[in-house]
């Protein structure tokens, strides 16, 4: 099994191969409303706010509604935000379940969209897809979105340490102490590469061919 750092101490938190320099969720939930109605598909057991339905394939804690995003058992124009981060990779078919979304969605009403740029694969249980700038804005304007905004949230050296970490993870699977040495290693040389994304401005970070995630936040107009 790959080392995985400790989240909940200092040094694992500054080795996770992964961070947000833009964060863009808060973003849009910050636009509604109060009292705005907010359904969050592929959850993954967070509740992003108090009264958010949670919907995932998967039982759990904090999920509300078990089904297959593709065929939500919701009804039509019930949600004023409709969030969907780190999934649709993992679906099938993408462009259902973006209608899906739009068709729970009010008019006026707001889609979330964090979607796999360069990922390494994670089959959760199975991994379809990754996207681009281009490919995002078309797959959503085909399900009949129209953009407020869009790029990237988590910059290229997070795709760089990510791919790298997965890669000495692979290569260097098992038990024996000089592959765990490796792996700690790894950890320790390509983790702490994510924080020069701080050095990128949001705009250098969206036009860069190489992010590790991509945002998109549309509108349903009619």
Known sequence: MPWVPNRESLVGRLLEPTWQVAPQLERTIALLAPGARICDLGAGGRRVRPGVVTVDLVAGPDTDIVADLHALPLPERSFDLVV???????????????????????????????????????????????????????????????????????????????????????????????????????HAMFGPLKYLDALLSEDVMSRSPFSYGLYYVGRRVT
């Not at 979330?112 to 199975?126: D, G, I, R, V």
């Not at 804005?137 to 407020?148: L, Q, S, T």
């Not at 790029?151 to 760089?160: E, K, M, V």
Request: hydrophobic share 45%; with cysteine.
């Open 84 to 186: 969907c981060t780190g999934t649709l990779n993992l679906c099938v078919d993408p462009k259902r379940v973006l209608s899906e979304a739009f068709r729970i969605l009010s008019p006026g009403g707001l889609l979330h969209l964090e979607t796999a740029m360069f990922q390494p694969y994670t089959p959760e249980p199975a991994d379809y897809w990754r996207w681009t700038q281009a490919g995002v804005a078309r797959i959503c304007a085909e399900a009949g979105f129209v953009e407020e905004r869009a790029g990237s949230h988590i910059g290229p050296f997070t795709a760089l340490a990510s791919s790298a970490l997965a890669l000495t993870g692979a290569v260097f699977q098992g038990r024996g102490v000089m592959k765990k040495a490796a792996r700690a290693t790894s």
